[in-house]
C-alpha cells in the first residue's frame, strides 16, 4: 500500500546551494509536541509551531506548506507569555549542523551537583531547550521559546553525531561524536559534562535512551550495538549480528524492544534485555552474506524509528524508499518514495512521520490501526518489568512468549 503524503517543508534556495550540500541529517519534534526542528542544511536550523504547520497542510494542501509559516517573528522574552503561544525561529548556529534534540525539564529530578545554588540557570517545569550538534565538535544549547543561547558545551574533538536527552525530565544529554565517544552531560548543572563513555572502535554514529533512562543504546562504524547503565555509566552488553556499520538505533516505547539500522541493508528489532534478535527486516533479497555485506549498495539503511503504538517501525533506505513495517509481519505494510532521505521520526502524537532530505522535510501519515487489549496489556507490563521478570511469571507459556514479543 502507498502511504498518504501530509505535506512537506521545503527550504529556500539561493545560488551557493548549487555548490555544496544540503544535507538534512536531523528531524525531530518536542517532547509536548508544541515544536518541529530540522536543520536546513549549512548553518540553520528551523524551529516551527507543529500545529500551525498542520493546520497549513489541511488549509493550503501538501505543497510548499512553508510558505505559511516563513515570516520571521521578533524574539521575545520568556516572561512576556510566549510559552504559550509557540512561534517559529531560524536559528543560526554557526557551524553544519548534524545533530538535533529537545529536552524539558522535571523540578523534582534534581541535578547530580552537590552545589545546586551556584547554578547559573534555573530550568522550571515549562522549560524547552533545544540542542544542536556540530561540525566543529561543539554542542549549542537553545531556549526554544526565545531562540537565545544558553550554553555553549566544548569537550568533544569531532563532529557531534547525534544527541539524545534522558525522557525523565532530567536534562541529562547524551552526544555521540566521530572522535569515538559518548559524552554525558548535567544541563541543571550548567552543562558540567559527568562522564565519557568509551568502547566504541571508531566513530559513534547514533544514540538513544530507553523510556525508563536506565539503558543507552549507542551505535557507530562497527558492527557492534553497545548498551550501557545510566545509573554506574559502565557497558551491560554488546548485541552482535550485523554485518556491517550499524547507523540508527530506537528502543520501542515499552522499552521491550530495541531497533537498528545498518548498512548490512537490515533493520534488526532485538530484546536488548537477553539479547536476542526477534525481527530482521530486510530491504534487499536475497539478504548480502557477511563476505558481500561491507561494501557500498544501494540499499543501505540510513535510518530507523519506533512508532508510539509499539506496533510499527519506519526505515529508510538508499534505495529511495521508506518504509512502515509491523513488527509482527515480514514485509512492509506501507511504502513511499523519498529520494536522499537520510533521517525520520514520528511525531509526538504519533499520527504523522517526517523525513529529512537535502534541507527538507516531507510527511507521510502512519498505518491506522487500533492496539488490540493484549498488545495494551503487554506494553504496559514491559513498561515495568525486563524479559527476566516476566518468564519467571506462573502463567501459561504461550503468554510469556507473547509478552516477551516471540509471537
Sequence with gaps: ARSRT???????????????????????????????AWSQGHRIVKLVPWAQCLNNFLLHGTKNGANAVS????????????????????????????????????????SRC??????????????????????????????????????NLMDHTEVVRDLTFAPDGSL????ASRDKTLRVWDLKDDGNMMKVLRGHPNWVYGCAFSPDSS??????????VFLWDMDKYSMLRKLEGHHNDVVACEF???????????????????????????REFGHLFPPPTPIFAGGANDRWVRSVCFSHDGLHVASL?????????????????????????LCCTFSTDGSVLAAGQDGSVYFWAIPSQVSSLQHLCRMAIRRVMPTSQ???????????EFLCYQI
Design 6 to 36: 501530509v505535506g512537506e517543508l521545503l527550504a529556500p534556495t539561493s545560488p551557493f546551494d548549487k555548490k555544496c550540500g544540503r544535507e538534512n541529517w536531523t528531524v525531530a519534534f518536542a517532547p509536548d509536541g508544541s515544536y518541529l
Design 71 to 110: 515570516t520571521r517573528l521578533p524574539r521575545q522574552s520568556s516572561e512576556s507569555g510566549q510559552k504559550n503561544k509557540p512561534c517559529e525561529h531560524i536559528i543560526d548556529c554557526g557551524d553544519i549542523v548534524w545533530s538535533l534534540a529537545f529536552g524539558s525539564s522535571v523540578p523534582e529530578k534534581q
Design 114 to 151: 552537590v552545589n545546586i545554588e551556584w547554578h547559573r540557570f534555573k530550568f522550571g517545569q515549562d522549560q524547552l531547550l533545544l540542542a544542536t550538534g556540530l561540525n566543529n565538535g561543539r554542542i549549542k544549547i537553545w531556549d526554544v521559546y526565545t531562540g537565545k543561547l544558553l550554553l
Design 172 to 175: 541529562i544529554l547524551v552526544s
Design 215 to 224: 539503558i543507552l543504546c549507542s551505535v557507530g562504524a562497527s558492527k557492534a
Design 252 to 278: 520501542s516505547p515499552d522499552g521491550a524492544l530495541l531497533a537498528t539500522a545498518s548498512y548490512d541493508t537490515r533493520v534488526f528489532v532485538w530484546d536488548p534485555h537477553i539479547g536476542a534478535i526477534l
Design 317 to 341: 533506505a538508499d534505495d529511495k524508499m521508506v518504509r512502515f513495517w509491523r513488527i509482527d509481519e515480514e514485509y512492509p505494510v506501507q511504502v513511499a518514495p523519498l529520494n536522499n532521505g
Design 390 to 400: 516476566v518468564k519467571n511469571l506462573p502463567i501459561p507459556c504461550k503468554v510469556v
